[in-house]
T-cell receptor, first 115, second 114 residues
Framework: AQSVTQLDSQVPVFEEAPVELRCNYS??????LFWYVQYPNQGLQLLLK??????LVKGINGFEAEFNKSQTSFHLRKPSVHISDTAEYFCAVSDLKAAGNKLTFGGGTRVLVKP | DVKVTQSSRYLVKRTGEKVFLECVQD?????MFWYRQDPGLGLRLIYFSYDVKMKEKGDIPEGYSVSREKKERFSLILESASTNQTSMYLCASSPPRGMGDTQYFGPGTRLTVL
């Protein structure tokens, strides 16, 4: 069975400062990795994903994440945040051997960007 | 653009009522999913379907059932609603594995059971 741990439930950050959201997973098989964002009163949308290849993945809105297989981590970063980045962020994994492409989600990290 | 729609944004029901949550996608996706979202717990998979009339239990299927009679529509049914089913319900769809694996989400239905 897989599990995903997002180490911070809330991250306050000042505008134009960098932010890092931490994600660790456990799985006995190869996985795909995802970061989704949920803006207030909306559904989730994909920020970025790692399927294979380069371990540094770039996504939308200036976000990037690095897959580290030895540490089973997939941390999300942005060098300079905007007020509009205030949202909840979810890390998720997909077991490559499972039917369909079910996702297992972490508990989420709320990012509050302060002016 | 992929569009996933859910029948209601907000719903209030009474304990013991039968509740139907509807989800429709317009991208001809094979896979469809129902999650519930609770603070601190993230999203938890209730049921998913990888084809018409096919369904599989997710991590928390108890108290729920699903129906998929047409490819574009996936319904979540609460046979007898209880207060512990008060939650945000999110529907998602995705193409088959190997075609990017992105799930596309609807806006959610916030269900309150009184």
């Amino acid at each position: 069975a897989q599990s995903v741990t997002q180490l911070d439930s809330q991250v306050p950050v000042f505008e134009e400062a960098p932010v890092e959201l931490r994600c660790n997973y456990s799985s006995s098989v190869s996985v795909y990795l995802f970061w989704y964002v949920q803006y207030p009163n909306q559904g989730l949308q994909l920020l970025l994903k790692y399927l294979s290849g380069s371990t540094l993945v770039k996504g939308i809105n200036g976000f990037e994440a690095e897959f580290n297989k030895s540490q089973t981590s997939f941390h999300l970063r942005k060098p300079s945040v905007h007020i509009s980045d205030t949202a909840e962020y979810f890390c998720a994994v997909s077991d490559l051997k499972a039917a369909g492409n079910k996702l297992t989600f972490g508990g989420g990290t709320r990012v509050l960007v302060k002016p | 653009d992929v569009k996933v729609t859910q029948s209601s944004r907000y719903l209030v029901k009474r304990t013991g009522e039968k509740v139907f949550l509807e989800c429709v996608q317009d991208m001809d996706h094979e896979n469809m999913f129902w999650y519930r979202q609770d603070p601190g717990l993230g999203l938890r998979l209730i049921y998913f379907s990888y084809d018409v009339k096919m369904k599989e239990k997710g991590d928390i299927p108890e108290g729920y059932s699903v129906s998929r009679e047409k490819k574009e529509r996936f319904s979540l049914i609460l046979e007898s609603a209880s207060t512990n089913q008060t939650s945000m319900y999110l529907c998602a769809s995705s193409p088959p594995r190997g075609m990017g694996d992105t799930q596309y989400f609807g806006p959610g239905t916030r269900l309150t059971v009184l």
